[in-house]
């Protein structure tokens, strides 16, 4: 915000107070730009800088209806925290999803997949063939598809 505008602003409150008392009514736009000897589309345009520079809470009200009233906060969308809720429900999902599946393949998916082994990592960890790791895998991967794609209860 140009230190100028800042100015500006600050006599125009004088200048509204003053024109207030000698008019009986609120002033004008275009006598308030008048009186700052600036052209109308100038004084809106420093005029909605200095509103657009404080700070709004997000908990003003907006709407009054029947006991429960509608503030700021509500009407916006926070896409990062959505994302967030999001990603924590397809968590919860996934993690219902594999208590569902066999002891053995969800070991080997979660070698896999939460703990970044190897196959053959996985084979030696588990005591089983690198072969039947990628079966188990497989498996599990398909199962995990079809139960994440129905509903969980």
């Given amino acids: 915000m140009p230190r100028p505008w800042l100015e500006v602003y600050g006599q125009a409150q004088r200048v509204m107070r003053h024109l207030r008392c000698e008019l009986g009514r609120e002033p004008l736009e275009r006598e308030v ?24 809470s997000l908990d003003t009200p907006i709407q009054e ?22 990603s924590e429900e397809d968590s919860l999902r996934l993690q219902q ?29 588990m005591g089983i063939s690198a072969v039947t790791v990628s079966r188990q895998l497989k498996k599990g991967v398909e199962l995990l598809k079809q139960i994440m794609l129905t509903q969980i209860d």
């Fill in 33 to 56: 730009a008048q009186a700052l000897c600036l052209g109308l589309s100038e004084w809106q345009e420093i005029k909605m800088a200095c509103r657009n520079r404080r700070p709004v």
């Fill in 65 to 86: 209806c029947d006991e429960q009233a509608t503030v700021l906060g509500d009407l916006m969308t926070d896409h990062r925290y959505r994302s967030f809720q999001l």
């Fill in 97 to 125: 999803a594999l208590d569902l599946l066999e002891e053995r393949t969800r070991q080997v998916v979660e070698f896999v997949f939460l703990k970044e082994f190897t196959h053959k990592e996985v084979s030696e960890a």
